[in-house]
């Protein structure tokens, strides 16, 4: 089994200080939370950006000043941006980030549920999503939050729409509205992916180290952070990102599973070095 790769989702753009003291906003807080999840064991770190008071956004300018920061510190961590932003968002707003020709950015695989609200990726909007990332030479992270987004991601790559093999999905299971974290579910998808793919899961809210510790024994990897859970144990809230992936860290040394580097990683994912 290759080394397991550990993500952090450091920030997301819907969680909130009020939720949890440590989820950060201002670019020397974003810094702070990578650097935490990178020192604990992450060779990823997936990025949305705020404005001070928190308000997701999607600027150009704003990724740069923290993609900047972040290098400086852990020059070798491999940074994937959001094109999700927030719901809502245009096409156009949440394309901004690609402009910044990161090696990897998220791509969302299809409209789902939000909780009370709809995450709009429609078909155009996916196909002008891939077509930017062809032309700029990233590599998607393809987010499937239920399984059809997984067969519709796939025969787009099949007809050249979005960047095809190897192709790296993300089973981001439990949103509310959209496809539970279950081990079946979980393991339907991998079933399905194309051959020389990798996989990643994330489960959301209390499935977030259930789901990770499937993964870990199934041979995928493990994305956790504050977008997707704020607590390292039942009503107990985490006190950084970075104590969310040494919980990963230790799980995954109890299944005799070893962590990845970014170089490490690098390889797997199949990026240049
Ligand atoms: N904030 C969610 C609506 C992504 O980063 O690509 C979408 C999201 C997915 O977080
Ligand atoms: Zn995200």
Redesign the pocket.
Known sequence: MEKLIITAAIC???VTKEQNPAVPYTVEEIVREAKSAYDAGAAVV?I?VREDDGTPTQSKERFKECIDAILKEIPDVILIP??????GMTAEERLQPTELFPEMA???CGTCN?GDEV?ENTMPMMRAFGKRMIENNIKPEY?CFEMGHLDTIVRMAKKGEVPGAPMQFNFVLGVPGCTPATVENLAWLVRNIPEGSTWTATGIGRSEFTLGAAAIVMGGHVRVGF?DNLYISKGVLAKSNGELVEKVVRIAKELGREIATPAEARRILGLPA
């Open positions: 997301g753009a819907e997936h949305h959001s094109t999700g932003g927030a719901v998220t791509l969302d939000f995450f987010e977008e």
